[in-house]
């Protein structure tokens, strides 16, 4: 019997393994699935069925976009070339559409202004996030305004190089797979929960022509009042 046992464990652990490698060894393109969630409940409760819940990371080619919609209320895109340092920033409020770019010395400026910068800590464990291991770090602000102390998962198995120059957490060069963001009044945890391996048009990076510019602080400002409808 302790045979067949230790048969029968070495079969299913061997089936988790394949199953396991059933993932790229690395991805050149494809869409990341991000559940958002709210660390602190500082939003209104009949807000609960319609506040973001979801984030989709669309990239290839060292370019990414992350995408939040909110039914016929609003989607939000950000446009992050990591080639050409710029960044696009979309709105669409059904029907008014807008959208502003930022260059890098105009992203440092935003960084600056409105997101905090932490101290990076490396732990010495790592996380299975989405099927993918991912070194652990925590995000440690000095002051309790800034923001709360937050968890953080990178993978260097995603193909795109200083990921995270338009963020918070320019000093890890991997792409985020978890982590915390405190903006328009809330604190924001994105979490990936899965990873597809799919062919991504060159259009998804393009700026709609139905959608009109605008400067960073109009952005900004409605962007704020978006939010603002979901806090008590």
Not at 34 to 50: C, G, Q, R
Not at 91 to 118: A, F
Not at 122 to 139: A, E, F, W
Not at 159 to 186: C, D, H, M, P
Request: net charge neutral; hydrophobic share 40%; glycine share 4%.
């Amino acid at each position: 019997m302790s045979r067949f046992l230790l048969l029968f464990t070495i079969v299913v652990f061997g089936l988790l393994i394949s199953c396991k490698n059933n993932l790229p060894e690395s991805f050149d393109e494809g869409k990341i699935n991000f559940a958002i969630n709210y660390p602190v409940k500082n939003y209104a409760s009949y807000m609960e069925k319609i506040i973001p819940k979801k984030m989709i990371m669309s990239f290839k080619n060292n370019v990414y976009k992350n995408e939040v919609s909110v039914g016929n209320f609003f989607t939000s895109s950000v446009i992050t070339d990591c080639n050409t340092k710029n960044m696009v920033m979309l709105l669409n409020l059904h029907p008014e559409k807008i959208y502003t770019t930022l260059d890098k010395s105009e992203v440092e400026n935003m960084l600056k202004t409105h997101y905090p910068q932490p101290e990076i800590i490396s732990m010495p464990y790592k996380d299975s996030v989405m099927g993918i291991i991912c070194k652990r770090y925590y995000g440690v602000y000095q002051q309790l305004e800034d923001g709360r102390d937050v968890l953080l998962n990178e993978t260097n198995k995603i193909n795109i190089e200083n990921s995270n120059w338009g963020n918070q957490f320019s000093e890890l060069k991997g792409v985020l797979t978890n982590y915390e963001v405190a903006q328009f009044g809330l604190s924001m945890q994105f979490k990936a929960y899965s990873i597809e391996d799919v062919k991504i048009e060159d259009s998804c990076f393009s700026i709609p022509k139905d959608y009109n510019k605008v400067s960073f602080s109009v952005y900004w400002q409605k962007m704020n009042e978006i939010f603002a409808a979901f806090l008590k």
